[in-house]
């Protein structure tokens, strides 16, 4: 069974510049997240998708980020124009269980990279 | 606010030495604690813990939980080079769907 896979695994920008990640979540989970971690921080909560509905987006940033999920099957997160702070790793991460309340086991991509210049 | 805090930052021991590594809480609405192992890329899921006192063990690894205390610990013995990774802890609530991260420790075991 493929895990969840995200593309690219690194991007390196530069600052004003737009980048577009994308989540391919395992295919059945309807529980879709995006995470972020800082270098040297916690990884941060940046929203939940079940299908194609946005559960909660209270962690994203602000609205130069945008997270779509056409369809419900795999998902981008846009970040146009981006900034120096945005560096860090996104992870994406899905899970099976529904309602999403039993989300405690998440299945994690390998995430992606990102630099702002 | 919630937070979950994670000691020590890192570790470095050889191997075969026993480790513990910590994890408290101040959340409202505590529901689980998780732990994962994160080497080079994704984490992966070592424990889930919803109750106090019962020991989960998986090979050489084991965890408990004390939600008197609000803490976590991570026991690793024997440990092998294999083990190096940064050990995540993290905390549901059954406020929302959202995990709460501790920033992790980072564990070096030398040969």
């Known amino acids: 069974e493929a895990g969840v896979t995200q593309f690219p695994s690194h991007s390196v920008i530069e600052k004003g510049q737009t980048v577009t990640l994308r989540c391919d979540p395992i295919?059945?989970?309807?529980?879709l997240y995006w995470y972020r971690r800082v270098m040297g921080k916690e990884i941060k909560f940046l929203l939940h998708f079940v299908k194609e509905s946005k559960q909660d987006e209270s962690g994203m940033p602000n609205n130069r980020f945008l997270a779509e999920r056409t369809g419900g099957t795999y998902s981008t997160l846009k970040v146009q124009p981006a900034e120096l702070e945005d560096s860090g790793v996104y992870f994406c991460?899905?899970?099976?269980?529904?309602?999403?309340?039993?989300?405690?086991?998440?299945?994690f991509g390998s995430g992606t990279q990102l630099s702002v210049l | 606010e919630d937070k979950v805090v994670q000691s020590p930052l890192s570790l470095v021991v050889h191997e075969g030495d026993t480790v513990t590594l910590n994890c408290s809480y101040e959340v409202t609405n505590f529901r689980s604690l998780l732990w994962y192992k994160q080497e080079k890329k994704a984490p992966t899921f070592l424990f889930m813990l919803t109750s106090s006192g019962i020991e989960k063990k998986s090979g050489r690894l084991s965890s408990i939980l004390d939600k008197k205390e609000l803490f976590s610990i991570l026991n690793i013995t024997a440990t092998q080079t294999g083990d190096s990774a940064v050990y995540l802890c993290a905390v549901g609530t059954d406020s929302n769907y959202q995990l709460i991260w501790g920033a992790g420790t980072k564990l070096i075991i030398k040969p």
């Open positions: 991460a899905s899970s099976q269980d529904f309602p999403p309340r039993t989300n405690e086991k998440l299945f």
């Open positions: 295919s059945g989970h309807d529980n």
